[in-house]
């Protein structure tokens, strides 16, 4: 139900959108989120957004770096990546859930997930 894409291989520095997109049913109203999983580390959080009133949440890692946003009419969500470092390297993962809490920030409390983008930072 959740379609992650705009993954890629880029440079130190450089910048990436992440676009994930909703079928058979709206995330309108749902909180979303954005995780990412680096090989040998637990899945970790990225960057939240609201469904009421659009407030974000970020991780420090990627704080002043990453923006999330949201397109309700087009049922989507976006990562907009600048100065990307070797270390956001990782699989990025969109989620949805039902509602939202002050655990926006763990991986469990999300019902939706989409399959995940690669995005590679070389050095």
């Known amino acids: 139900q959740l379609q992650a894409s705009g993954g890629g291989l880029v440079q130190a520095g450089g910048s990436l959108r992440l676009s994930c997109a909703a079928s058979?049913?709206?995330?309108?109203?749902?909180?979303m989120a954005w995780f990412r999983q680096a090989p040998g580390k637990e899945r970790e959080f990225v960057a939240a957004?609201?469904?009421?009133?659009?407030?974000?949440r970020y991780s420090a890692s990627v704080k002043g770096r990453f923006t999330i946003s949201r397109d309700s009419a087009k049922n989507a969500v976006s990562l907009n990546m600048s100065s990307l470092k070797p270390e956001d390297t990782a699989l990025y993962y969109c989620?949805?859930?039902?509602?939202?809490?002050?655990?926006?920030?763990?991986?469990?409390?999300?019902?939706?997930w989409g399959q995940g983008t690669q995005v590679t930072v070389s050095s």
């Open positions: 058979e049913r709206t995330f309108s109203g749902y909180p």
């Open positions: 957004i609201r469904e009421s009133n659009g407030a974000t």
């Open positions: 989620a949805a859930r039902t509602y939202w809490s002050t655990h926006y920030y763990s991986p469990t409390e999300y019902a939706y």
